[in-house]
């Protein structure tokens, strides 16, 4: 236990339980409070950070701080659900990090827990197997079916295109940048909007230069967002298909694609993967796997191979954690899953070889780790999106949604930076 602090007076925020009803504080349970007073301490005993509890209780090594407000709440929340629990009380004021600490720099202890080989959890195992008492299953509602997608990915990138357009760079490329040379995690604190589109624009050209795209090629684009790689490919003269299931996205690419002057050469279609007919030169598909889901794995990788002509490659851009965390993390519903990314699960690169080699006759080969530009790309978006919110609150956002938003762009952030999370490319080619 480190030396009690002084405690920091802070404003404190409490969520409208009516618009956010899965804020409202769970009803307390001694036992699970106890159990989550234990899992912090243990949590706390070797972490490199500082807990700072509103009865001037504080545990941790020292270092990135955090100061709970209402502890009672806090501990009801982490016993009530380990999975959301934390992210939870984040959204409900029940905690800051502490003034001049950044909220990713804090959850970097935390994240590094996992990416340790030798630390792949932040509890011990004894305890760890008691876990099963605190975590929830994905419910089956979130199923990736045509309907169960559709309503899934709606739910973010149907958010509001004005809003994602207030802190994405002006191409609105919603994925890794790869800003290029040294590591872009070195000083975050120099990360600015200006060096982002440029990174964004030399990420899409890595993609269509490992497709060997080129002007005449024919172009399937699977989950196309805002048709960033779409247009970068038409101006190279190929011919592009680009689908998505978010209807508002889909409005707001058919626009982007008029402005850059290529509507000639790209078709933005409303339509599932799962749909597509036709044969393409290459078949690009950025950060969708992960909305895919487990079950429907083998059936994108068996899409993507059928839409290939002979000769043609694939190029798929996702974020991956380690196998043996996705194996363990799988069956339970997160934070993310509940608040950001409905349907979501973020796979291995060993299931992806896996599931290519088992399910179809493609090789997957990793071309680029772009895990750490990730991170850099994360902290961008994060000061964008803090610098910009009086606009974004105008669109009819309230602050809640603001401190999810926070948290998530930090908490993604920091698995990026401490390699829990990597983002790779890969090429998908015929054995």
Same mark, same amino acid.
């Given at each position: 236990?480190?030396?009690?602090?002084?405690?920091? @007076?802070?404003?404190?925020?409490?969520?409208?339980? &009516?618009?956010?009803?899965?804020?409202?504080?769970?009803?307390?349970?001694?036992?699970?409070?106890?159990?989550?007073?234990?899992?912090?301490?243990?949590?706390?005993?070797?972490?490199?950070?500082?807990?700072?509890?509103?009865?001037?209780?504080?545990?941790?090594?020292?270092?990135?701080?955090?100061?709970?407000?209402?502890?009672?709440?806090?501990?009801?929340?982490?016993?009530?659900?380990?999975?959301?629990?934390?992210? &939870?009380?984040?959204?409900?004021?029940?905690?800051?990090?502490?003034?001049?600490?950044?909220?990713?720099?804090?959850?970097?202890?935390?994240?590094?827990?996992?990416?340790?080989?030798?630390?792949?959890?932040?509890?011990?195992?004894?305890?760890?197997?008691?876990?099963?008492?605190?975590?929830?299953?994905?419910?089956?509602? @979130?199923?990736?079916?045509?309907?169960?997608?559709?309503?899934?990915?709606?739910?973010?990138?149907?958010?509001?295109?004005?809003?994602?357009?207030? *802190?994405?760079?002006?191409?609105?490329?919603?994925?890794?940048?790869? *800003?290029?040379?040294?590591?872009?995690?070195?000083?975050?604190?120099?990360?600015?909007?200006?060096?982002?589109?440029?990174?964004?624009?030399?990420?899409?050209?890595?993609?269509?230069?490992?497709?060997?795209?080129?002007?005449?090629?024919?172009?399937?684009?699977?989950?196309?967002?805002?048709?960033?790689?779409?247009?970068?490919?038409?101006?190279?003269?190929?011919?592009?298909?680009?689908?998505?299931?978010?209807?508002?996205?889909?409005?707001?690419?058919?626009?982007?694609?008029?402005?850059?002057?290529?509507?000639?050469?790209? @078709?933005?279609?409303?339509?599932?993967?799962?749909?597509?007919?036709?044969?393409?030169?290459?078949?690009?598909?950025?950060?969708?796997?992960?909305?895919?889901?487990?079950?429907?794995?083998?059936?994108?990788?068996?899409?993507?191979?059928?839409?290939?002509?002979?000769?043609?490659?694939?190029?798929?851009?996702?974020?991956?954690?380690?196998?043996?965390?996705?194996?363990?993390?799988?069956?339970?519903?997160?934070?993310?899953?509940?608040?950001?990314?409905?349907?979501?699960?973020?796979?291995?690169?060993?299931?992806?070889?896996?599931?290519?080699?088992?399910?179809?006759?493609?090789?997957? &080969?990793?071309?680029?780790?772009?895990?750490?530009?990730?991170?850099?790309?994360?902290?961008?978006?994060?000061?964008?999106?803090?610098?910009?919110?009086?606009?974004?609150?105008?669109?009819?956002?309230?602050?809640?949604?603001?401190?999810?938003? &926070? *948290?998530?762009?930090?908490?993604?952030?920091?698995?990026?930076?401490?390699?829990?999370?990597?983002?790779?490319?890969?090429?998908?080619?015929?054995?």
């Amino acid at each position: 236990m480190t030396d009690v602090m002084p405690r920091v @007076q802070h404003p404190v925020h409490a969520p409208e339980t &009516e618009t956010w009803p899965t804020l409202a504080r769970p009803r307390s349970n001694p036992v699970r409070r106890y159990g989550a007073a234990t899992a912090i301490r243990l949590i706390a005993k070797d972490l490199p950070a500082t807990i700072h509890l509103d009865s001037n209780r504080s545990y941790g090594l020292g270092g990135p701080a955090m100061r709970v407000h209402r502890t009672s709440a806090f501990l009801d929340r982490l016993g009530q659900d380990a999975g959301s629990g934390f992210g &939870e009380a984040y959204l409900a004021g029940d905690w800051d990090p502490e003034p001049g600490t950044d909220l990713a720099d804090l959850l970097v202890p935390f994240a590094e827990r996992f990416s340790n080989e030798e630390t792949r959890h932040l509890l011990p195992k004894w305890a760890q197997s008691l876990r099963w008492l605190v975590t929830r299953s994905q419910p089956g509602e @979130q199923e990736n079916d045509r309907a169960g997608a559709r309503e899934n990915i709606s739910r973010h990138y149907d958010l509001s295109n004005p809003m994602f357009s207030e *802190f994405l760079d002006p191409t609105l490329t919603y994925s890794a940048a790869y *800003f290029g040379g040294g590591d872009p995690t070195a000083d975050l604190a120099t990360a600015s909007y200006d060096e982002l589109t440029a990174a964004q624009l030399r990420k899409l050209d890595s993609i269509l230069d490992a497709a060997g795209v080129r002007s005449g090629s024919r172009v399937l684009d699977i989950g196309c967002g805002w048709a960033s790689l779409a247009i970068r490919a038409a101006q190279r003269g190929a011919w592009v298909t680009a689908i998505t299931i978010a209807s508002q996205q889909a409005l707001l690419a058919q626009r982007k694609i008029a402005e850059a002057g290529v509507g000639d050469r790209v @078709q933005v279609a409303l339509r599932d993967y799962r749909d597509q007919i036709g044969e393409f030169d290459a078949v690009l598909s950025v950060e969708m796997i992960e909305a895919v889901g487990e079950k429907y794995w083998p059936v994108y990788f068996d899409a993507i191979e059928r839409r290939l002509a002979p000769g043609g490659v694939g190029v798929v851009q996702a974020i991956v954690m380690p196998h043996e965390r996705m194996l363990a993390t799988r069956n339970t519903f997160t934070w993310v899953q509940k608040y950001i990314f409905p349907g979501g699960l973020i796979p291995s690169i060993k299931v992806i070889e896996d599931v290519t080699a088992q399910h179809t006759g493609l090789r997957a &080969e990793v071309i680029r780790h772009l895990g750490p530009d990730y991170a850099r790309t994360l902290r961008v978006w994060r000061n964008r999106f803090i610098e910009h919110w009086p606009a974004i609150a105008a669109l009819g956002f309230d602050d809640t949604f603001r401190r999810m938003w &926070e *948290f998530y762009l930090a908490y993604s952030e920091a698995g990026f930076r401490t390699g829990y999370l990597d983002d790779v490319q890969l090429l998908l080619t015929r054995r």
